[in-house]
């Protein structure tokens, strides 16, 4: 059935005037073997049929213990995160462009950059991006129209999947990147001294990296303000912030990254959580919304948006970057998750160093090689030979052992690198050990 509002001589009208003589002449460049193509579906199912098909596949799925971070993380979501977020006026809200009714939306946004901002050491924070790599990304377009060059030094130990998505945002500027190599696990200091000039518009730094390794943030802040740069501190485990000093505090400009673990599900790959703040100096290359705290008539404390910077807006061509979708549902989550755990967020992160320290001595006395002795989070590189049989041995028996690396890394074969976090348990990490003992 055809819902389209045209009548046949309306669409007469409109072809002739674009030159072609119908609505099949548009297409004429997509080939006939393609086009319009016949789908080969199974046979209708009933409601209570397709439930049950459903739940045959679901049970097929295999239940592993897993020691996998490198950018998403398992940790517990407690219930009342699913509870709450699942209203209906939260779950269905968009864009709240009329603030006299949608105070409740804009107080959940306002709390959430409060949040952001107190574990950022930041001045503002925006609610939100799609992810830590699109973060990332809008962060080094800010830091180029603030400081006007073109010159972007990024470390190599700054997740790689994120280095590709900055490399597609910048592919059809005349922004340059250039990657600073890595010694030792961390940044490679001298090498950054040598290629950091006034031409450069900022340095990005990842702190945990992606090795779980803690950068020093303040040295390479210095050295980036020496030059007019920008200093742009990103993560990707955003339960570090509860334990390490926030990036403000070390001197960074932008602080972005992935907020996933704050009260979103692993899933499958998404939807995750973009987090970026930023000092009060940066307010207008922000992309994004900001919303602001005011009174209204009688004094009573309201919520606006106080810049949203759109494409879709009265002065377009100023605009920052467009984020249409529902990404706030994702930013209440972790707005519920912070409010719930409180202070405890800091106990949550020494839990999973903890873990991650037992995991990592477990392992090396068992004769594995810890890669970089330098202090880490919850993530950590070893190296096992012929860690890709192994891995899989261990995929058999109910473990999944971190990511081989070495497609980025070509230099760290036979590397993988573990993520541990509350939802492993000591119990957990020694059975995995004897299970290693007789493979």
């Known amino acids: 059935m055809s819902f389209l509002p045209n009548s046949d001589d ?10 072609v003589s119908s609505i099949e002449d548009l297409f004429c ?24 098909h459903i739940l045959h596949i679901g049970n097929a799925n295999e239940q592993l213990c897993s020691l ?16 709450l977020v699942s209203r209906s006026e939260f779950y269905t809200a968009y864009t709240p462009y009329q603030p006299e009714v949608s105070q409740g939306t804009l107080t959940a946004i306002f709390e959430f950059q409060t949040f952001i901002c107190r574990l950022t050491g930041m001045d503002i924070a925006n609610a939100s991006m799609y992810d830590g790599a699109t973060a990332l990304a809008e962060a080094v377009l800010m830091a180029i129209r603030s400081t006007g060059k073109n010159r972007v030094l990024c470390s190599a130990t700054v997740h790689p999947h994120y280095r590709d998505v900055l490399s597609a945002y910048l592919w059809a500027s005349d922004a340059q990147l250039a990657i600073v190599p890595y010694k030792q696990g961390l940044t490679d200091y001298e090498q950054l001294s040598h290629m950091i000039d006034d031409n450069v518009a900022c340095v990005i730094v990842q702190s945990p990296n992606y090795f779980g390794a803690i950068e020093d943030v303040a040295s390479i802040a ?32 932008i602080a972005c990254g992935e907020g996933q673990s704050f009260g979103n599900y692993p899933a499958c790959g998404g939807p995750l ?3 970026l703040a930023c000092r009060s100096k940066f307010m207008r290359t922000i992309p994004g919304r900001l919303v602001g705290k005011t009174v209204d008539e009688e004094g009573r404390d309201a919520f606006v948006m106080t810049l949203q910077t759109r494409e879709q807006h009265i002065r377009r061509q100023r605009a920052t970057s467009n984020i249409c979708t529902n990404e706030g549902l994702c930013a209440l989550r972790a707005t519920i ?8 967020l800091i106990e949550l992160a020494r ?5 991650a320290s037992y995991c990592c001595n477990r392992l090396v006395a068992l004769g594995y090689e810890r890669v970089f002795t330098v202090p880490f989070f919850n993530e950590f590189v070893i190296r096992v030979n012929n860690a890709k049989e192994i891995r899989n041995r261990l995929l058999d028996n109910g473990y999944a052992l971190g990511i081989s690396i070495d497609t980025y890394y070509p230099e760290l074969n036979d590397c993988l690198l573990l993520g541990v976090t509350e939802s492993v348990s000591n119990n957990d990490i020694d059975n995995l050990v004897e299970l290693l003992q007789t493979i």
């Open 222 to 253: 210095d050295s980036a303000h020496n030059h007019g740069a920008v200093c742009i501190a990103t993560f990707t485990e955003a339960l570090s912030l509860a334990l390490l000093k926030s990036p403000g505090s070390l001197g960074a400009d």
């Open 273 to 275: 959580l973009g987090i």
């Open 351 to 355: 839990i999973n160093h903890a873990l």
């Open 68 to 83: 996998v971070g490198a950018g998403i993380y398992n940790h517990y979501v407690p219930a009342v995160v699913d509870h």
């Open 10 to 19: 309306d669409i007469l009208e409109m072809c002739s005037e674009i030159g």
């Open 337 to 344: 998750y912070l409010s719930l755990v409180g202070n405890k």
């Open 29 to 52: 460049d997509i080939p006939a073997s393609i086009k319009n193509p016949t789908i080969q579906l199974p046979q209708a199912l009933s409601e209570q049929e397709a439930l049950t």
